[in-house]
């Protein structure tokens, strides 16, 4: 017989909540770490009411394929979603689509019109765009959400050009998948090498050649400095690329606004929060991307913005919620795929002194990260699972590079 958890009927799934509506617990957002937090939360043995705000139109849904299979066509929307609709009602979980939170009371524990006894705030990030004329055009295409793939996906349909600016993991994914759309595709970017600055050339040099593969052009060390009618990108030094589309994939910034104006702790854009997610206030948690979490292998708060990151403190967040002791002590990392390449990275994520490239052969490499006193504290594998999974344990006890690779 299914726990008779205390829930609200399933209208509110699209959006009307009636006068006075209050929530056991309220999870503010819609992806992976407002999900996790409701789920675990039942996980855990909750049985209050829950209740998740998401301003997205789409119930929680996996973002990995959207540049990736859904881009490509490949793939529906139904086929990001995270779980079915039934779960939503036989785990007793009232999501509101549609539904951004503006004000947040910690003190009257309320939000908006919805009261609460605890509330985890989990709204993610939002996509940054460069400061120069033009990239505010709606033309202009960013790639973060359902609605924004979507959107991207019908503009790769009558398009035989684009360009991708920035060169990070989903500037490089969404490129490769536009190119074997059948566009020709140039990234732009500031690095002569995609992710210098946070994985060195080691890995740079790889990552280019795989955009080359698929017939992708690197524009790296180059700088934009207008964007006119989202179909001509002028660059730094005077040249001008004319297009059919424009994504920025530029980054993106913790939403962090709404703790900002609760008077919550906030350092270094995110909200600050112990190992437990809780943050300045007990009964307001933070997890995922908008969250500066401490993490307790570590010994130190780290910004994080990986999907299955956001999964795990989302997963914390609930169980503390319902009074069980989780911590987060794991090694963040993440796998990128780009065309038929998958990196695998493990991470502390706050820089390295030493990277030791080890080439296995046939397009196979590990990168090993290490600090000044020799300790591992990241790896990057491609076609060396064993590496990737040595890595955790190497990272976590601060042990030294593997010997075979010192130099």
């Known amino acids: 017989m299914a726990r008779p958890y205390r829930r609200a009927t399933a209208w509110a799934r699209h959006g009307r909540v009636p006068d006075g509506m209050h929530a056991d ?14 789920t675990a939360y039942r996980d855990h043995g909750g049985e209050g009411s829950v209740v998740l705000a998401s301003a997205d139109s789409a119930a929680p849904y996996a973002r990995p394929p959207l540049s ?57 990030a939002r996509p940054l765009r460069i400061p120069v004329p033009g990239a505010d055009d709606p033309a202009v295409l960013t790639l973060r959400s359902l609605e924004d793939a979507q959107r991207l996906r019908s503009a790769a349909l009558g398009a035989r050009t684009a360009v ?22 140039t990234v732009v970017a500031t690095e002569e090498l995609p992710q210098l600055a946070r994985l060195g050339p080691e890995v740079g040099e790889r990552l280019a050649a795989w955009l080359e593969e698929d017939g992708v052009a690197l524009r790296g060390g180059a700088s934009v400095e207008e964007i006119v009618g989202g179909r001509r990108v002028r660059l730094g030094d005077g040249t001008t690329l004319d297009t059919d589309l424009v994504l920025m994939a530029t980054g993106v910034e913790p939403a962090a606004d709404l703790a900002e104006r609760a008077g919550l702790a906030v350092e270094n854009g995110r909200v600050v929060v112990d190992a437990h997610m809780r943050t300045s206030v007990p009964h307001v948690l933070a997890a995922g991307d908008v969250a500066f979490a401490e993490n307790r292998a570590a010994g130190r708060h780290l910004a994080v913005e990986h ?77 060396a699972d064993e590496d990737y999974e040595r890595g955790d344990a190497l990272i976590r006890a601060g042990a030294p590079v593997p010997t075979a690779v010192r130099r």
């Open 25 to 38: 617990l309220l999870v503010i957002g819609g992806g992976p770490a407002a999900l996790a937090a409701a």
């Open 68 to 124: 990736k299979d859904f881009l490509r066509g490949e793939s529906e929307a139904a086929d990001a979603e995270l779980t079915s609709a039934m779960t939503y009602t036989e785990r007793g979980l009232t999501l509101l689509l549609r539904r951004e939170v503006t004000a947040l009371d910690p003190a009257a524990r309320t939000a908006g019109d919805v009261t609460f006894t605890t509330c985890v705030l989990a709204t993610g």
């Open 164 to 185: 991708v600016v920035g060169s990070g993991f989903i500037g490089c994914e969404a490129a490769v998948s536009l190119a074997r759309r059948g566009l020709t595709v």
């Open 307 to 383: 999907w299955g990151e956001a999964e795990g403190m989302g997963a914390i967040a609930g169980a503390t919620a319902a009074g069980a002791d989780a911590v987060w002590d794991t090694v963040p990392g993440f796998w990128s795929v780009i065309g038929d390449h998958t990196l695998q990275y493990k991470a502390w994520g706050d820089g390295y002194d030493r990277a030791h490239l080890v080439d296995h052969g046939d397009g196979a490499f590990t990168v090993w990260y290490a600090d000044d006193r020799g300790r591992t504290v990241g790896v990057a594998a491609h076609g």
